[in-house]
T-cell receptor, first 113, second 114 residues
């Protein structure tokens, strides 16, 4: 049983388009939600994160939205570039003094020139 | 600044062998994690250390997987005996203590068991 669910599993967009990835979770005690980006042969790297007290966080072309009532979050990438082609993971952290993350299964993004 | 360093990057083992994967966390980090990554299961937590103390040892992985942290700058993951189903990428990660802090990952060790 996946505690963090992501969709879609894979996605192809054209260069310059907007990418939208979504994620939902079960545990209402989760309060920290990072998105990680992973290129082939590399480990995941933090892209952007949001705390449950916020509903939006923006960093350049990347924006994450959080809906506490629906237990959903999303990642929007505007002006998508071929260099954004990677696998994206949403994750959630349990409350308390721990950095342990629960990950979704990931979305593989391909940006076509 | 050195990130998380994992060695070896690739490992091929025969079924039944013992293998040891190594990890050096970011200097000063208190928390260390071992994850297993596969296409089907995604990233699964194997072990979690805080200040060298084992905080969590993933239940499904207890019998043949053993992680140790002998000092604050070095950790090992031993798989004994290996099975073909253990073929995966093993990721080590570290962070400062506390929720909401960035977790840094190494590049991983790709293990193939034949």
């Amino acid at each position: 049983q996946q505690q963090v669910r992501q969709s879609p599993q894979s996605l192809t967009v054209w260069e310059g388009g907007t990418t939208v990835l979504t994620c939902s979770y079960e545990d209402s005690t989760f309060n920290y939600f990072p998105w990680y980006q992973q290129f082939p042969g590399e480990g995941p790297a933090l892209l952007i994160s949001i705390l449950s007290v916020s509903d939006k966080k923006e960093d350049g072309r990347f924006t994450t939205f959080f809906n506490k009532r629906e237990k959903k979050l999303s990642l929007h990438i505007i002006d998508s570039q071929p260099g954004d082609s990677a696998t994206y993971f949403c994750a959630a952290s349990e409350t308390g003094n721990t950095g342990k993350l629960i990950f979704g299964l990931g979305t593989t993004l391909q940006v076509q020139p | 600044d050195a990130g998380v360093t994992q060695t070896p990057r690739h490992e091929v083992a025969e079924k039944g062998q013992t293998i040891i994967l190594k990890c050096e966390p970011v200097s000063g980090h208190n928390d260390l994690f071992w994850y297993r990554q596969t296409k089907i299961q995604g990233l699964e937590l194997l072990s979690y250390f805080r200040s060298k103390s084992l905080m969590e040892d993933g239940g499904a992985f207890k019998d043949r997987f053993k992680a140790e942290m002998l000092n604050s700058s070095f950790s090992t993951l031993k798989i004994q005996p290996t099975e073909p189903k253990d073929s995966a990428v093993y990721l080590c990660a570290s962070s400062f203590q506390g929720a909401g802090t960035e977790v840094f990952f190494g590049k991983g060790t790709r293990l193939t068991v034949v």
